[in-house]
Antibody, heavy 125, light 108 residues
Framework: EVQLLESGGGLVQPGGSLRLSCAAS????????MSWVRQAPGKGLEWVSA????????YYADSVKGRFTISRDNSKNTLYLQMNSLRAEDTAVYYC??????????????????WGQGTLVTVSS | SSELTQDPAVSVALGQTVRITCQGD??????ASWYQQKPGQAPVLVIY???NRPSGIPDRFSGSSSGNTASLTITGAQAEDEADYYC???????????FGGGTKLTVL
């Protein structure tokens, strides 16, 4: 059974940093691209970032480029999102999500077949 | 264009058929996927790569596409289908991923 478990959310002041983790199990982690998707309170879904299965390719939304860094440790089956220079508008539930497509691709995965339960990040003074 | 546009709200009578649409220039190049989200829950993939259903998704859910418009059709809507539905795809550059604004489906 595929499971994705996010952690690391919490309250942080504007300008601060936070690192999110997503522990994966139930599939061959290194064979699938992974992504972060967020949802501000009462709002819709927003794609944040993606990384290829090997970790060699990364992709970012313009709203977070230069502030967020996605990475993965395939030996630990874990996905990360390092978030720096946080702003109030980054407040959201952050989901990690798995691509349904096996293998490495040169573009970010366009679909997400498994999602974690989400972790809440609140940026406020 | 860097947008996917959905109607904010749609309603359907119990047992009837409803179509939820998603418009965007990138849909001329890339397939749409569709997600169902109920309050307080993570999204669930219902259609991907135009008209593929993950295991466990009822066959009353189907997808189609024409030009710059993708559609999710629910044939014989059930009360449990009441939820928010989001489409997504890559943008026209192919290097970013977009979500539509979501459609709130009410089953009457």
């Amino acid at each position: 059974e595929v499971q994705l478990l996010e952690s690391g959310g919490g309250l942080v002041q504007p300008g601060g940093s936070l690192r999110l983790s997503c522990a994966a199990s139930g599939f061959t982690f290194s064979s699938y691209a992974m992504s972060w998707v967020r949802q501000a309170p009462g709002k819709g879904l927003e794609w944040v970032s993606a990384i290829s299965g090997s970790g060699g390719s990364t992709y970012y939304a313009d709203s977070v480029k230069g502030r967020f860094t996605i990475s993965r440790d395939n030996s630990k089956n874990t996905l990360y999102l390092q978030m720096n220079s946080l702003r109030a508008e980054d407040t959201a539930v952050y989901y990690c999500a798995k691509s349904p497509f096996y293998g490495d691709y040169t573009k970010p995965p366009p679909s997400f077949d498994y999602w974690g339960q989400g972790t809440l990040v609140t940026v406020s003074s | 264009s860097s947008e996917l546009t959905q109607d904010p709200a749609v309603s359907v009578a119990l047992g009837q058929t409803v179509r939820i649409t998603c418009q965007g220039d990138s849909l001329r190049t890339y397939y749409a996927s569709w997600y169902q989200q109920k309050p307080g829950q993570a999204p669930v993939l219902v259609i991907y790569a135009k008209n593929n259903r993950p295991s466990g998704i009822p066959d009353r859910f189907s997808g189609s596409s024409s030009g710059n418009t993708a559609s999710l059709t629910i044939t014989g809507a059930q009360a449990e289908d009441e939820a928010d539905y989001y489409c997504n795809s890559r943008d026209s550059s192919g290097n970013h991923v977009l979500f539509g604004g979501g459609t709130k489906l009410t089953v009457l």
